[in-house]
């Protein structure tokens, strides 16, 4: 499931559909067979009527004796004329108003769609054409059931090895299922030349439709692994409980787990009203672009791409210091074993190799399989946690001979002076709190899932099912393991096992996920990269392209050199995965989505019903404008908006205090008292 996955209406087009194919330039036009996946109401479809058919195109003879008699000459051009016109009339006056219910069908004709990013294309437009893809794609989902029939253990797993089913020929279309469509529509729209089928035959509605969907096919279960995968990092939390305390550390974890819940339900509720096949919704910056204009699309998307570089550093630093530690032997019998700078390249140049893979169409059975290792890797940890001591070696290299062999120290509130490795006092406890906000970023990546999902409205379930889950990790784990450690619990934690057995198993297992992770990750920043930079400025072909192809092939090396360049400058995991959490992560998953409720909800309750919008002209009539506009649509809910803001106030003060307590941290980390140092050999585990 590619992140770019929606083409652009004006560069592309399928050339059949499902149904009986009709010429473009033909007239009069034949009338199109309903399949058992449209419910056909000829009165419903705004258009030119369809011809009379004729005896010899009905399934049963008909006697000439019993047919009915010809209309008198010129009355059935009259009857098609007025009925023509009653439906233009009817399209004109059609409007978008709060509760209004939206058709699933609608205009058939051939014309050529805006480009989603056109600044010409008004809030309320975008609004107009979501209401109709929402209904379309309830239509759509329970065709698909049906078609699918029953699910089974079985048929999962089958689906999941199986190769999608070949294309039929277009001169033999068949009413097999909604999944062979699908595959046949996303087999054109790669080969076609877009342009040239566009300039030539133009783009029906129901063309761009079945192309637009060719790759939205994720489930809500799919999308439940993938949030998994992307949000769950359980082995931070007790190094956080040991900053924070046990009081403080489970008020946060559960605030910040509520929060972030509520910030994944405004991303799905705005998604839902902002997205259609007509104007995809593809990235966060597409999101703001519609709310708050072009200047914002580019910087959240500056953002974006910025914060899931870091990400990979991080990981590359933490995978590097796994692979540190495995190469050292059974009590140091290696000494410090490989030179840590080129323990970093190696996971480095494995994250090369899988970040060729450019799609996420199976990336969900591969999320499906890094949370079980997740599970295993938390139960083994918990399991050496509770019978062996910690890993002194590895916190006195990283904090210094204060945190060497001694008691095990656990607390209520606040740690005391000296007894956290996170910083003293205040300091200590904020970057507890970024681990706190670090473990439940993943808000970024929402709109990417939600793009590729069948029906996105069933978002909900797994967001619910996801945040639940997470935070029961959370709440659990972290709990046990600090309560055992207590001052000396690491950040990851399978670093901080003593036993040498038990500890490389937990790594070995941590470099795959790390590197499932990685490459979730490096996949979607580098294609808001390429989208953002190299299709726009650069005027790349999409990936889906040949040169698209060559392009990532030789792009992904560079963007992983770079995420291991600042993973080799900084000595410290810690530091920099709070100062990703503080200065990204909270923006991404606390302050935006807060600014999003507020700009999506003003603009929307802004809507009254006596305003209506033309889809022939493109054009809103506004009963009033300024600032009476938006003191009523304030106003319409008042405790709500009230809510957002002081959620963004609240998100923007607690992002300014962890970047603060990061970059002391990090200078901390440079001033000698850590081991390690940058581009070094010395491991800091």
């Known amino acids: ?32 067979e309903p399949d058992e996946f449209d419910e056909f109401d000829e009165s419903d479809v705004p258009g030119e009527p369809d011809e009379p058919r004729s005896p010899a195109m009905t399934a049963e003879p008909i006697d000439v004796a019993d047919a009915p008699p010809p209309p008198p000459e010129g009355e059935s051009e009259k009857k098609q004329e007025a009925v023509s016109e009653k439906k233009r009339e009817r399209d004109r006056d059609v409007a978008l108003v709060p509760g209004q219910d939206a058709t699933a069908s609608h205009e058939e004709a051939v014309h050529q769609p805006l480009d989603s990013r056109d600044t010409s294309i008004s809030f309320e437009e975008f609004m107009y054409w979501a209401a109709i893809t929402r209904a379309d794609e309830d239509a759509a989902n329970k065709a ?8 089974t253990f079985k048929s999962v797993i089958k689906s999941r090895f199986s190769r999608a089913p070949k294309a039929e020929p277009a001169a ?38 079945t192309a637009s969907r060719a790759l939205r096919t994720a489930s809500w279960g799919a999308v439940f692994f993938l949030i998994t995968t992307d949000v769950l990092g359980p082995f931070s939390t ?85 692979i540190s530690q495995i190469s050292q032997g059974d009590n140091d019998s ?36 890094a949370v079980w290792i997740n599970l295993i890797i938390i139960f083994l940890c918990m399991g050496v946690v509770a019978n062996y001591p910690p890993n002194f070696k590895a916190t006195e290299a990283s904090f210094g001979p204060e945190f060497g062999p001694g008691p095990v ?8 002076d000296g007894l956290s490795t996170g910083g003293s006092g205040f300091v200590g406890s904020l970057n507890g709190l970024n681990q706190a906000v670090y473990s439940y970023g993943g808000c970024m990546a929402f709109v990417a899932f939600l793009s590729e999902m069948r029906h996105p409205w069933d978002f909900w379930k797994a967001l619910l099912c996801g945040e639940v889950f997470i935070y029961c990790v959370y709440m659990f784990f972290g709990i046990f393991v600090y309560s055992y450690q207590g001052q000396y619990s690491f950040n990851p934690v399978m670093q901080g096992l ?65 995420a291991f360049i600042i993973a080799a400058t900084i000595p410290q995991f ?79 003060v607690t992002t300014v205090l962890g970047v603060y307590s990061s970059v002391e941290g990090l200078i901390a980390a440079f001033d000698g008292k850590s081991s390690s140092t940058s581009f070094g050999c010395t491991p800091p585990v």
């Not at 998953?589 to 209506?612: C, H, N």
């Open 409 to 416: 120290q656990t607390f209520a509130g606040t740690p005391p």
């Open 498 to 562: 003593s036993p040498y057995g038990f500890q490389t198993a937990a790594n070995i297992l941590n470099l795959i996920t790390g590197l499932i992770a990685a490459a979730l990750y490096g996949n979607i920043g580098f294609k808001v990269i390429y989208i953002e930079v190299f299709e726009e400025i650069f005027h790349l072909p999409p990936l889906t392209k040949r040169i698209g192809k060559i392009a990532w092939a030789v792009m992904i090396p560079v963007y992983w050199a770079l």
């Open 334 to 369: 290696n000494g410090d074993g490989i030179c840590f700078i080129a323990c970093l390249a190696i996971f480095t140049a494995a994250g090369c190799i899988v970040g060729q893979i450019r799609t996420l169409q199976r990336f969900a059975w591969i999320a499906n399989f």
């Open 238 to 322: 007790p190094w956080a409980f040991a900053q924070m305390g046990y009081g403080p550390g489970i008020a946060l974890y559960t605030v910040f787990g509520v929060m972030a819940g509520y910030s994944g339900w405004i991303i799905w509720r705005s998604f839902s009203g902002l997205d259609s096949d007509r104007f995809p919704l593809l990235t966060y910056g597409d999101l703001f672009f519609r709310l708050f204009g072009q200047v914002s699309r580019h910087v959240v998307n500056f953002m974006l791409g910025l914060q899931l570089l870091l990400n990979v550093a991080a990981l590359i630093l933490s995978n590097g210091q796994s």
């Open 144 to 151: 698909f059931r049906e078609a699918r029939g029953p699910r």
């Open 574 to 652: 810690n530091y920099i995965s709070g100062l990703v959490g503080a200065l990204f992560i909270l923006s991404f998953t606390y302050t935006f989505p807060a600014l999003v409720g507020l700009g999506f909800w003003l603009r929307k309750d802004a809507m009254t019903a006596e305003e209506r919008f033309d889809p022939s002209t493109r054009q809103y009539n506004y009963v009033d404008t300024g600032f009476a506009r938006w003191k009523r649509a304030f106003m319409m809910k008042p405790w709500f908006n009230l809510f957002n803001l002081f959620y963004m106030l609240g998100s923007v």
């Open 172 to 209: 033999e279309p068949a009413n097999d299922g909604l999944n062979s469509v699908l595959d046949r529509a996303e087999e054109e729209v790669v080969n076609e030349d877009p342009e040239s089928v566009a300039v030539s035959h133009g783009v029906s509605e129901q063309e761009w439709k």
């Open 1 to 32: 499931m590619p992140l770019h996955h929606g083409v652009h209406p004006s560069t592309h087009t399928a050339k059949h559909d499902h149904r009986e194919q009709v010429p473009l330039r033909e007239e009069p036009e034949e009338a199109e």
